[in-house]
């Protein structure tokens, strides 16, 4: 009964480059969100999804990162031209529903991104 | 973003000892608060958690104490242990906000990073 999956764990890029982060939300969930952790923070909230959907992305800088969840497939966070300031762990939740119906999330390792 | 303000940022207690965590918030249409445990290069989990109907919700030696009024909410950890060190986080969600597809989503506080000595 795996839970939610994240990949690559570790990943280090250079300044310019592009990150994807993939999430496989735990079976039977259709609800996706994704968090940043900067090292030293607490968690904070990026972007919503359901399949195929953004339902809520007010987390998410307005330039270099964009979040998608296919009908097939994993939902990916990608964050084009990186800087050193988005080195941080960034951590997947997926739900059954939406968390206002149990509130709560389940978590995915992380996927922790260095950016030299 | 709505704020939930956590503190301390860090805690040290003695094994035996009892470890208190303290969140506050502003939004009154938060009704629900969970806490979340997070060991080190893991994902957060769920701890515990409470509605505002109640006052104080207990799980083994996990006990929350909330107040509506005060718009605060604490997690006491009686007979701390070694295996307890981690960071604690208390979140907050508006169920309301949620079912309106708006906010669908936890607040985190910042996070107290505990540790129990032995």
């Known amino acids: 009964n795996a839970g939610v999956m994240q990949n690559p764990r570790h990943l280090v890029r250079r300044r310019g480059q592009e990150a994807r982060l993939r999430c496989s939300p735990m079976?039977?969930?259709?609800?996706v969100y994704w968090y940043r952790q900067l090292p030293e923070e607490g968690l904070k909230f990026m972007v919503y999804l359901q399949k195929e959907n953004i339902i809520d992305e007010s987390g998410m800088p307005k330039e270099r990162f964009s979040a998608e969840f296919p009908k097939e497939g994993p939902s990916i966070l990608r964050i084009q031209q990186v800087v050193r300031g988005d080195s941080a762990a960034y951590f997947c939740?997926?739900?059954?529903?939406?968390?206002?119906?149990?509130?709560?999330?389940?978590f995915g390792e992380g996927s922790r991104l260095t950016v030299l | 973003q709505q704020q939930v303000k956590q503190s301390p940022q860090s805690l040290i207690v003695q094994k035996g000892g009892i470890s208190i965590i303290n969140c506050a918030y502003e939004n009154t249409a938060f009704d629900y608060f969970p806490w979340y445990q997070q060991f080190p290069g893991k994902g957060p989990a769920l701890l515990i958690a409470i509605r505002p109907d109640v006052s104080e919700k207990k799980e083994g030696r996990f006990t929350i104490s909330f107040n509506k009024s005060a718009k605060q909410f604490s997690l006491h950890i009686m007979d701390s242990q070694p295996g307890d060190s981690a960071t604690y986080f208390c979140?907050?969600?508006?169920?309301?906000?949620?079912?309106?597809?708006?906010?669908?989503?936890?607040?985190f506080g910042g996070g107290t990073r505990l540790m129990v000595k032995p």
């Open positions: 079976k039977g969930h259709s609800h």
């Open positions: 939740a997926s739900s059954r529903s939406g968390t206002g119906l149990s509130g709560e999330l389940f």
């Open positions: 979140a907050a969600i508006s169920w309301r906000e949620a079912n309106n597809n708006a906010g669908n989503m936890l607040t």
